[in-house]
């Protein structure tokens, strides 16, 4: 999954690059957030897979966190790094 090459990519997927796309410094949303936002509630697992395949290339990938405001599995500790630079608060792995 190429985040500029979007020909082949689903309704759902684009509108998820266009929550994404949307999101500025120091914004942070849950995955669920994302999905509603994008059409598709309850479709959480499907932004984080979506995520997952595109390698985080082109999005703002640390801006989304856990419904409970936990980092992500796969790089906590640069996605805290990011989002303090941001403004954002995280203790002990998760947003305040």
């Known amino acids: ?6 020909t082949d990519w689903t ?3 684009l509108a998820v690059a ?9 914004d942070v949303v849950s995955y669920g ?3 509603a936002e994008a059409g598709r509630p309850g479709a959480a697992r499907a932004v984080g897979s979506m995520l997952r395949r595109s390698g985080g290339a082109g999005f703002p990938w640390w801006r ?3 419904a409970d405001g936990r980092l992500a599995a796969g790089d ?4 805290q790094q990011r989002l303090t630079s941001e403004g954002v608060t995280v203790i002990r792995g998760r947003v305040v």
């Open 76 to 79: 906590p500790v640069e996605q």
């Open 18 to 26: 266009a929550v994404l796309d949307g999101l500025g410094p120091g």
């Open 1 to 6: 999954m190429d985040p500029l090459d979007r």
């Open 11 to 13: 309704d759902f997927e």
């Open 33 to 35: 957030e994302v999905a």
């Open 64 to 66: 989304v966190v856990a």
